[in-house]
T-cell receptor, first 113, second 109 residues
């Protein structure tokens, strides 16, 4: 059974640019969550999607957005990149909402110069 | 606001030297307390869910327990392959988890 796949794995952008990250959940999983991981702040929740609807949103500025497609694949977008956006962005899928048992991908490491 | 605090930040153990990791939480309406393991360069891997005070879960050399304010992850007779960062998280609504800062465990042979 394939795990959660995130692309790209690594990317470098400059300030002011935008970036789109992609996540393919485990087959049959309809809930997709996104987390940001940094050395200083640890793992922080960005948002969660289920059946193409955003169910929860974390405390991040509106520059961070996401969406989910009918096949449960998800994308997140960060516009007007800032240096502080450099982080590991992790996608996690789950069979159901409210399970807390998340299956994480290996992440997309974003470096903003 | 939900808060999860883990201690210690780092732990160095000799192989076979048992120890415990602490996770303190302040959450309104705790739906579950979760433990994850994260290896370098990887995403977190789910270990346990605890739902109510007094509950215990075990997996190989790991045992997680839960009280009303804390959770403990006991590592019994650890092996080098148990080296990882262990994360605890509280769950409130949906799959929105609040993670602690983690405990980096290094087990030396």
């Amino acid at each position: 059974k394939a795990g959660v796949t995130q692309t790209p794995r690594y990317l470098i952008k400059t300030r002011g640019q935008q970036v789109t990250l992609s996540c393919s959940p485990i087959s049959g999983h309809r809930s997709v969550s996104w987390y940001q991981q940094t050395p200083g702040q640890g793992l922080q929740f960005l948002f969660e999607y289920f059946s193409e609807t955003q169910r929860n949103k974390g405390n991040f500025p509106g520059r961070f957005s996401g969406r989910q497609f009918s096949n449960s694949r998800s994308e997140m977008n960060v516009s007007t990149l800032e240096l502080g956006d450099s982080a590991l962005y992790l996608c996690a899928s789950s069979l159901a909402v409210d399970s807390g048992e998340l299956f994480f991908g290996e992440g997309s490491r974003l470096t903003v110069l | 606001e939900d808060q999860v605090t883990q201690s210690p930040e780092a732990l160095r153990l000799q192989e076979g030297e048992s120890s415990s990791l602490n996770c303190s939480y302040t959450v309104s309406g705790l739906r579950g307390l979760f433990w994850y393991r994260q290896d370098p360069g990887k995403g977190p891997e789910f270990l346990f869910t605890l739902y109510s005070a007094g509950e215990e879960k075990e997996k190989e050399r790991l045992k997680a327990t839960l009280t009303k304010k804390e959770s403990f992850l006991h590592i019994t007779a650890p092996k080098p392959e148990d080296s990882a960062t262990y994360l605890c998280a509280s769950g409130a609504a949906g799959n929105k988890l609040t993670f602690g800062g983690g405990t980096r465990v290094l087990v030396k042979p």
